[in-house]
């Protein structure tokens, strides 16, 4: 076994990228303040093919050296669109025909594996801030919250790594 070089991993053009058929979801960042965990969800939005970013409140916007640093120029081909208050993104991807889910920890929140998607489906996802989480007027304005089963003391993931868990299980519940 050994690694593959970049140039035999068949990686597409930006052009190519913009033209491929997306994974029906935006994912909304709700005032999140590490320019990485941006960075990070754009990089993971780029890689699983995801349809956009919706970039709210405090959430830095590209370009930013310091978003580049972990998004590697996927915030170039990820289409984001920001929004100085996140519900009003919530409100347009509703008028638009989208179900939004908070990823948070509510009551009668649905556990991550139990969660099913349909084919026709067209989901918004939005992840909180890294201390507060989602608003709670945002999360009153969706239709349903989506939790990350955890077992150890700590009952958080960095918004990064639950952008990760999240979008992956989605992605193949609508692919596979």
């Known amino acids: 076994m050994r690694k ?98 908070a990823i948070e920890q509510v009551e009668k929140s649905i556990m991550l594996p139990d969660f099913e998607v349909k084919e026709t489906d067209r989901l918004a996802l939005v992840f909180g801030n890294e201390v507060k989480g989602v608003q709670q007027q945002v999360v009153n304005m969706c239709d349903g919250a989506i939790e990350i089963p955890q077992f150890g003391i700590k009952h958080s993931f960095n918004i990064s790594v639950s952008a990760g868990i999240v979008l992956w299980d989605l992605f193949k519940k609508f692919r596979y």
């Open 4 to 101: 593959l070089r970049t140039n035999e991993l068949d990686r597409i053009s930006t052009e190519e990228y913009k033209r491929t058929t997306k994974t029906p979801l935006i994912v909304v960042l709700d005032n999140i303040r590490s320019c990485n965990n941006i960075g990070s969800v754009f990089r993971t939005s780029d890689a699983l093919l995801i349809e956009g970013i919706h970039l709210c409140g405090i959430t830095a916007t590209p370009p930013n050296k310091e978003i580049h640093k972990t998004a590697l120029d996927a915030e170039k081909s990820v289409p984001w669109t920001y929004f100085e208050r996140t519900e009003d993104s919530v409100q347009k991807l509703k008028a638009k025909g989208y179900q939004v889910f």
